[in-house]
């Protein structure tokens, strides 16, 4: 897989966070799946609520730990634009964010491939595992720098 030149972004709020997401949404459109990377509490959900915020879907977003996706209506966008759903995939308790990995039964049951026709697909914890499901896909990787609120976040095109 080849990696297009990653951008770097300090982010020193959750508020800045979500901006940033929202700012990544204006380039995705529906079949754009969205991998995000990074340890607990590094920011990964406030992304996700940003690139929806950006993409206008309905309904609040909050991390799909539980129920491992949720699917969010294409609402009206900001700025205009074609509307777009948002899924969003919390892959860490199929163990992608764990010590073990999950079996392609685990990844196929999410029917993911099928979302991206129509969706932008936002994955927690997908990297490394679902990247084969796009021909290119936006690898954003976060960090929490220690002992502070302060995140850094590194993205770019892998195609």
């Known amino acids: 897989m080849a990696e297009s030149t990653h951008s770097v972004i300090h982010l020193p709020t959750v508020a800045d966070t979500e901006a940033f997401g929202r700012r990544l949404a204006v380039e995705l459109s529906a079949g754009d799946l969205v991998v995000l990377d990074g340890p607990l509490g590094a920011g990964k959900t406030a ?51 764990g010590q073990r990995s999950a079996t392609f039964d685990e990844l196929d049951a999410l029917d993911l491939d099928t979302d991206l026709a129509g969706a932008v ?28 609120d302060v995140r850094t976040a590194q993205w770019g095109w892998v195609a």
Request: net charge positive; proline share 5%.
């Open 47 to 97: 992304l996700a609520r940003g690139i929806a915020a950006g993409l206008g879907v309905r309904g609040r977003v909050s991390s799909p730990t539980f129920i491992i996706a949720r699917e969010h209506r294409a609402g009206e966008r900001p700025g205009g634009g074609e509307p777009v759903a948002m899924v969003h995939v919390d892959a860490y308790r199929l163990g992608l964010g």
């Open 121 to 148: 697909v936002v994955v927690e914890w997908g990297e490394g595992i679902v990247e084969h499901l796009a021909d290119r896909h936006l690898l954003v990787r976060l960090r929490r720098e220690p002992d502070s």
